[in-house]
């Protein structure tokens, strides 16, 4: 199966600064690649993602980059809010099945 | 739309005794899946199925059954419940984007389950 790691396990930035996350994969052929958002006591909520055929996608204050060739894919948050504070979890999607990286804890202080 | 639907929301069950975590979603999904998060290792796939009366296994599956006769509802069955089923277990669906084989998940709001 799948392998999925996802560093780091916390993040604390302060208001207004960029945090950054990051994801290695281990199968070439995965081909889908989401990112994931989860508050405290709910469910995880796709916040974006990237398909396999694309370099970089933006949305608003989050981007997702993909490096296939290295196998790895990244969150970028810029100008960081207190709301922007929850668990981030990047995930691969291989043959009908996801598979999930460990989660980023980010805390942004005011 | 209710979107995805999981009940109970909190459980307490003693060694050996079974139970079904109960999934329903109402956007037509074809694709549903069930999770379980333990602290520090994300999300682990129990179960999966990509229509009704085609049910996998994913990466964690035993002493969980599935099946799925309808394409809103998803129960998971615990057999013989054990303490390392302890966790908080989500369900999921999808639907296929743009004809392609990605599919874009949306969970329910889990059930955290404790076994005694």
């Known amino acids: 199966g799948e392998n999925v790691e996802q560093h780091p396990s916390t993040l604390s930035v302060q208001e207004g600064d960029s945090a950054v996350i990051k994801c290695t994969y281990s199968?070439?052929?995965?081909?889908?690649f989401p990112w994931y958002k989860q508050e405290l006591g709910k469910g995880p909520q796709l916040i974006i993602d990237?398909?396999?055929?694309?370099g970089e996608k933006k949305d608003q204050r989050i981007a997702v980059t993909l490096n296939k060739t290295a196998k790895h894919f990244s969150l970028h948050i810029t100008e960081t809010q207190p709301e922007d504070s929850a668990v981030y979890f990047c995930?691969?999607?291989?043959?009908?099945?996801?598979?999930f990286g460990s989660g980023t804890k980010l805390n942004v202080k005011p | 739309n209710a979107g995805v639907t999981q009940t109970p929301k909190f459980q307490v069950l003693k060694t050996g005794q079974s139970m079904t975590l109960q999934c329903a979603q109402d956007?037509?999904?074809?694709?549903m899946s069930w999770y379980r998060q333990d602290p520090g290792m994300g999300l682990r796939l129990i179960h999966y199925?990509?229509?009704?009366?085609?049910?996998d296994q994913g990466e964690v599956p035993n002493g969980y059954n599935v099946s799925r006769s309808t394409t809103e509802d998803f129960p998971l069955r615990l057999l013989s419940a054990a303490p390392s089923q302890t966790s908080v277990y989500f369900c999921?669906?999808?639907?296929?984007?743009?004809?392609?084989?990605?599919?874009?998940?949306?969970f329910g709001p889990g059930t955290r389950l404790t076994v005694l």
């Open positions: 999921a669906s999808s639907y296929e984007r743009g004809g392609s084989s990605y599919n874009e998940q949306f």
């Open positions: 199968d070439s052929a995965s081909n889908y």
């Open positions: 990237i398909r396999s055929n694309v």
């Open positions: 995930a691969v999607y291989n043959f009908n099945k996801f598979y």
């Open positions: 956007m037509n999904h074809e694709y």
């Open positions: 199925s990509v229509g009704a009366g085609i049910t």
